[in-house]
């Protein structure tokens, strides 16, 4: 007779405890499987997993990238010993971060980066001690340069000088401390990154500044051990994470400043600019502004990651021998997105009504990448004499942002940002167009560009003006320099404590062998 006894409830069987799973998994007592950097439970769900925001949850080989960050992370030779962290406590220390907020932020956010500025940064101020000293430091340092002659401030230069090398220093040191510690994610070393080159770019000290620009791009770089491995790279590009991936505002915004910056400063700071093998995927129509900015951001990454990798002159033999096809096909994809982005902007444009100095930077983008992409496997430099209308655009629109930043309430003029450095397409058409009155006009603007530092729009319209007088005097017709005397590869170098600097370049004589000339400039 079988035992009619009530049978004992048997318990639910439970896993193992383990302290290594994610908060949100442990509150939902859930088993994590402990994937980084958001677990498979969460990221099946849709919910957030905490490992993306714990900084002692990284992958070990990010834990290994930033042992060596830290140790790369560079310190300028005039800060001296490190320092104590204080808080901040006085009416002045909050007067120079109000100045900051209120001042700085519009100063440095120009047109393309508004929100890193004016949202990333200052959020990440009131958690994060270094970034708070790093911006009392900018704050302090723009009150000086610009309101530093103003007797009734109640501040002195020599006090505000050493407040500044102190500020920076702690927010140094602080930083170096949490890499060593592995207690900071990547959003805050690279963030930290911008806003110390930033420091450093208004000084003037580009060094400082190309050293934290690597750094942060270091950082960027190491993206691959953060995303899953079933990532898109053109998700990265796009500022569209993947599934699972916290889609935060704060990382789109870093992102996208180093992708602007690293296009943007190439030619300048001598910095190479990231990696991108993918064009995006473009929308039926732009939604907004920032749709068109991501968009043009990423087409102009991959068109000039696509000349890296094909830069070998061999490859340069238009008109006279077509370039392979696998090449052909690649410009055509690229050339087709270009166009494909300037029917949708100015679709845009027209619809939306839309009057923004955003609007003629994009633009410029458009156009500079166009005619480098269009020329670029080109044996001669008379490829260029074709664009006449172009370098028209380019000049004009930039004319328009310049005189526009000029006017701006209390502005001493356009100075560097982490956003586009005007004086650069300007410095493009002054090299390439051999219309001597749009040359003229164009390194007159140049001159217009730039206020802080050595490589300001004035100095480099000396290279530019270095370029005119070398290949010669133009004759009334267009584009009557000849090949032989069109000037290649200009580069040059300045050196900030002398206010001089060297151009050089080289130019391919009747027989086929290129000459090359070199020279010194004087730059005060």
């Not at 925001?53 to 290994?64: G, I, N, V």
């Not at 340069?145 to 702690?170: D, F, M, N, R």
Request: net charge neutral.
């Amino acid at each position: 007779m079988p035992d009619s006894s009530p049978q004992p409830k048997k318990a639910r069987r439970r896993g193992p405890n383990t302290k290594a799973g994610c908060d949100t998994c442990k509150i939902r007592r859930k088993r994590c499987d402990q994937t980084r950097p958001a677990c498979l439970r969460c990221s099946s769900t849709g919910r957030t997993c905490d490992f993306l925001s714990s900084p002692r949850s990284t992958a070990a080989s990010h834990d290994q990238q930033s042992l060596k960050l830290h140790e790369t992370l560079y310190w300028p030779h005039n800060l001296g010993a490190t320092l104590s962290l204080f808080q901040l406590s006085s009416k002045t220390e909050a007067d120079h971060f109000d100045y900051f907020v209120s001042e700085c932020t519009t100063e440095f956010a120009g047109h393309v980066n508004g929100f890193f500025w004016q949202r990333s940064v200052i959020q990440a101020a009131h958690s994060e001690p270094f970034i708070l000293h790093a911006l009392l430091a900018i704050g302090s340092l723009r009150r000086l340069q610009v309101h530093g002659t103003t007797p009734s401030l109640e501040w002195h230069k020599p006090e505000v000088a050493e407040y500044i090398t102190k500020k920076y220093a702690i927010a140094l040191q602080t930083l170096r401390q949490r890499l060593r510690d592995r207690t900071i994610d990547w959003r805050l070393a690279a963030l930290g990154s911008l806003v110390f080159l930033a420091i450093e770019v208004l000084q003037g000290y580009e060094q400082g500044a190309i050293i934290h620009y690597q750094s942060g791009e270091t950082i960027i770089r190491s993206l691959s051990n953060i995303f899953p491995p079933n990532h898109n790279a053109n998700s990265f590009h796009s500022m569209s994470p993947p599934a699972g991936y916290s889609k935060d505002t704060i990382s789109d915004d870093i992102i996208t400043a180093f992708t602007r910056l690293s296009v943007d400063e190439e030619l300048f700071l001598g910095v190479s600019t990231l990696n991108s093998t993918d064009l995006p995927a473009l929308p039926t129509e732009f939604e907004s502004m920032t749709d068109a900015k991501l968009s043009v951001n990423s087409i102009m990454s991959a068109t000039f990651a696509f000349l890296r990798r094909n830069g070998d002159n061999i490859l340069k033999t238009l008109p006279l021998t077509p370039i392979p096809n696998a090449i052909v096909a690649e410009f055509s994809s690229i050339n087709q997105t270009l166009q494909q982005w300037h029917c949708l902007f100015n679709t845009f444009l027209s619809c939306a009504n839309i009057s923004d100095p955003l609007a003629n930077i994009l633009l410029i983008h458009y156009y500079v990448a166009s005619i480098k992409i269009s020329t670029y496997f080109y044996s001669n430099e008379l490829i260029y004499d074709e664009y006449t209308p172009q370098w028209e655009m380019i000049i004009d629109l930039s004319s328009t942002i310049v005189t526009h930043q000029i006017n701006l309430p209390n502005s001493i003029g356009p100075c560097f940002t982490l956003d586009i450095a005007m004086a650069q397409p300007l410095y493009f058409v002054a090299r390439k167009c051999r219309d001597i009155n749009l040359r003229t006009k164009a390194i007159e603007e140049m001159k217009r560009v730039g206020s802080k530092g050595v490589y300001t729009g004035k100095t480099v319209a000396k290279v530019a003006e270095w370029v005119v007088r070398t290949e010669g005097e133009q004759e009334v017709d267009e584009g009557s320099i000849p090949d032989e005397k069109r000037l290649r590869d200009v580069h040059f170098d300045f050196d900030r404590a002398t206010r001089s600097g060297k151009v050089g370049a080289k130019r391919r004589k009747v027989d086929g062998t290129f000459e090359y000339l070199m020279e010194d400039l004087d730059l005060s």
